[in-house]
């Protein structure tokens, strides 16, 4: 199994030195950014490509970085707004951690109770990273020209071109008994929605 961490531009948006976080945050990744892509949905593609051709295997940990939780239909095709939710269908044994400061909304206001149900067991929300979160894979960036401030995205860009040269060559490590990661830290928890509920409201990770 592999992490993926997927990080949206406008996540940087949410904070007062964008470019700082960014660093920190593929420091913390410790491996360079394996594709970026402009549109969201078209990173789900590139990954399950990655995974159909062997280059890692399927994934049971995405950590989403970004300003939405892109888990706005059920509703086919994948798109830019919905394609978290058909990861977590696509591959059932896979959890997302949704990373942002600022949750604007949560995804059980916009998926049916079906829906819900059959993902909610694997979603968390945090506020922000955690070290003792497993490493990722495969780094993957979308610019979402229609969320992002042009000048701030080619800063961002430029700032993931010079983080490139501090890492080794951009191919996904093997996971064997020599490179096992450790289990994800996230704790299972089926919650479901009740007629008459508030909406459900995601307990931070690695809260101390």
Known sequence: MSVILDIDLDYFGLFEQPLAELERLLTWA?????????????????????????????????????????????????????????????????????????????????????????????????RRFRRRWPKPNVVSVCTSPDFVDARLSQRLLEKVEACRDSFGPKVPPKIGRANRRPASPLNAGRRSRRAGESAWKPQALGTA
Not at 30 to 52: I, L, N, Q, S
Not at 62 to 83: C, K, T, V, W, Y
Not at 86 to 99: E, G, K, L, Q
Request: glycine share 2%; aromatic share 12%; net charge negative.
């Open 30 to 126: 410790g491996r360079p950014v394996d594709f970026v892509v402009e549109h969201h949905h078209e990173a789900y593609t590139r990954w399950k490509r990655m995974v159909a051709a062997h280059v890692v295997p399927p994934p049971h940990l995405i950590i989403h970085a970004d300003e939405h939780h892109d888990m706005l239909s059920e509703r086919p095709p994948a798109n830019l707004g919905n394609f978290i939710y058909f990861a977590m269908r696509h591959w059932p044994d896979c959890r997302v951690v949704w990373v942002t400061p600022q949750p604007i909304d949560y995804p059980d206001l916009w998926l049916s109770d079906d829906a819900w149900e059959a993902v909610s067991s694997r979603f968390e929300c945090a």
